[in-house]
C-alpha cells in the first residue's frame, strides 16, 4: 500500500501479486485481502497506463476468484466505456449495481469508495449508447431525483449536463425531490 500511495505502482503491483499467491496457499485464507490485492494489481495497471489488455485480464482475475464482489465489475464497465464498448459497459455496471448489493447485505465493505449512484451512471450513460433513448433520459432523471446534491460534484455536473445534451430539458434547474416539502404552495406534478 505504501509502494502504491507513493505513486510507485511497477514495485507495488509485484507485491500485490505475491500477496494474492501467498494469501491463496495460506492455512488462513483471507478471502478479502486476495481479492483486495488483485483489485490493486488492476489500480496499478490502469496507473501506469498503456496496458489496456493486462488491465482487463487482471479485472477478470478477480471476477473469476469472486464474483460476488461489485468493484471489478464496476473497473470493467468503466474500462469498457474508454473501448466504447458499450454494450459490454451496460452489462458490466448492471453486474456491478447487483453485487454491491450483494456485498452490503453480506456486510462486505467496498474497496474503491463506489457508490450506488456511479454504478447507475455507467448505466444510464451506456444506455444512450446502445440505443435505449428514454431509459437513458430517465435513468439520468432518477439519478438527479434520487440523488440530487449528495452527489459529488463531479457526478452532479455529468448527470446535470447529460440531462441536458439529451434533449431531456432545457438548462438544467437544480430542483429535485428532496427539496418538494421547501415548496410554499404545492401543484399539481411539483413531485
Keep these: 500500500i505504501f509502494y502504491y500511495a507513493d505513486g510507485h505502482y511497477a514495485s507495488a503491483m509485484s507485491f500485490f501479486l505475491r500477496s494474492a499467491e501467498l494469501g491463496e496457499i495460506c492455512e488462513t485464507k483471507d478471502k478479502n485481502?486476495?481479492?483486495?490485492?488483485?483489485?490493486?494489481?488492476?489500480?496499478?495497471?490502469?496507473?501506469?497506463?498503456?496496458?489496456?489488455?493486462?488491465?482487463?485480464?487482471?479485472?477478470?482475475?478477480?471476477?473469476?476468484?469472486?464474483?460476488?464482489?461489485c468493484e471489478s465489475y464496476y473497473m470493467l464497465s468503466q474500462w469498457s466505456e474508454v473501448e466504447k464498448d458499450y454494450h459490454s459497459c451496460l452489462a458490466m455496471a448492471n453486474l456491478a449495481l447487483e453485487m454491491n448489493a450483494i456485498q452490503k447485505t453480506n456486510g462486505i465493505t467496498e474497496l474503491l469508495g463506489i457508490k450506488d449512484y456511479k454504478i447507475k451512471y455507467q448505466i444510464a450513460f451506456s444506455l444512450w449508447w446502445v440505443g435505449r433513448f428514454n431509459e437513458s433520459r430517465n435513468a439520468f432523471f432518477a439519478l438527479s431525483n434520487d440523488y440530487g446534491t449528495t452527489m459529488e460534484d463531479g457526478y452532479i455536473e455529468m448527470v446535470q449536463g447529460n440531462i441536458t445534451r439529451l434533449g431531456s430539458g432545457d438548462k438544467f434547474i437544480p430542483y429535485t425531490k428532496d427539496k418538494k416539502d421547501l415548496l410554499k404552495f404545492n401543484f399539481d406534478g411539483y413531485e
Excluded at 496507473?47 to 460476488?68: C, E, F, H, I, Q
Aim: hydrophobic letters at 45%; one cysteine or more; aromatic letters at 8%.
Design 33 to 69: 485481502l486476495i481479492y483486495a490485492s488483485l483489485i490493486y494489481v488492476a489500480e496499478c495497471l490502469a496507473k501506469m497506463g498503456r496496458r489496456k489488455t493486462s488491465l482487463k485480464t487482471a479485472l477478470l482475475n478477480a471476477v473469476a476468484y469472486d464474483p460476488k464482489r
